[in-house]
């Protein structure tokens, strides 16, 4: 979709938000798919509440992204613009046992900054890839951790109330990869509360994290991370490995060698064939066990 309303175009430098015309998503997702569309980065959080209703006064369609590490995106021309946070410098701010996060920070970068200043707790999330924001929307966690255990203060942008709201942790719910975050909800920055730990034993439960998941996922490939959330008591990943499906393609679009709940791209995979592989998949697992696997990655379909 192509900004064309002047009035908006105007408005945006003095907001703090820069347009970047044309944008193929497939270049700032993980998966490497995803149509083309205008993008608006945005740059000061306390413009956000104007710029949102100057998007539905113009009624300009928008979805806002993260680190683009857990999405399946649509081909072709999108019909809505993508908006997307840039960090501020500093990102990460750290008093006593408190990280302040900016939501567009890279996580791992967090997990490694929270560490120098003996902050542990957050090694399991070391592999974890997207931004702190994305990491908060759907609880992202790894190897025992969850992000969700550190949140002590949020502010979002909400657009219920079209404010921004500063949120006590204890007012979210963190289920297994689910909030009770709002769909309209924005994350703008978190305050952490992380255990003291020295440097050193952090960094030895990093480099166990780590080498864990080399050895039992495909790091170096183009993929969404687990496509699919692990039903209660199983993993979907097992499940698909036990039908023999890894390797399984549909054009580019392919279930990894390594671990089977991972989805790859292994060249030029469009978004139809890797819904396509997705839909089979399901099919398959629901005909075997009679369960219906649930998508963990979110699909921007609509
Ligand atoms: N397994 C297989 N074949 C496979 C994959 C897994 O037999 O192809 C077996 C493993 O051998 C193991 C069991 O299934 O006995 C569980 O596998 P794993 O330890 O890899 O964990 P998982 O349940 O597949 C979950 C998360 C990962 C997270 C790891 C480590 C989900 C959907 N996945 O995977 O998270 O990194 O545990 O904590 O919850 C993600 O959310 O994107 C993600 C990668």
Redesign the pocket.
Known sequence: MRIENAKLIAALPELGVELRPSVSLATTTSLAIGGTTDMLLIGRHQHIPQLMRLLAAEQVPHRFLGGGT?VLIRDGELPWVVLQLTASKPDIRIESNFAYVDAAADLGRTVTQCAKSDLGGME?LI??PGTVGGALRMN?????TQIGAYVRELEVYREASGEIARLQGEQIRFD??HTSFAPGDIMLTVKLELPSKPYREILEGIRVCNQ??RS??PLNQKS???????PPGA????M???LGL?GHRVGDAMV?D?????FINAGAASCADMLQLVEYVRGRVRQAHGVELEN??YFWQD
């Open positions: 857990n399991g592999g974890v992202a966690g790894a190897y025992g297994y990869r864990k998941r039992s996922q969404a991370g687990c496509i699919f959330k692990n993993s979907a990943g097992r698909i490995d036990e890894k990894s390594k671990h089977a709940n991972f963990e990655v």
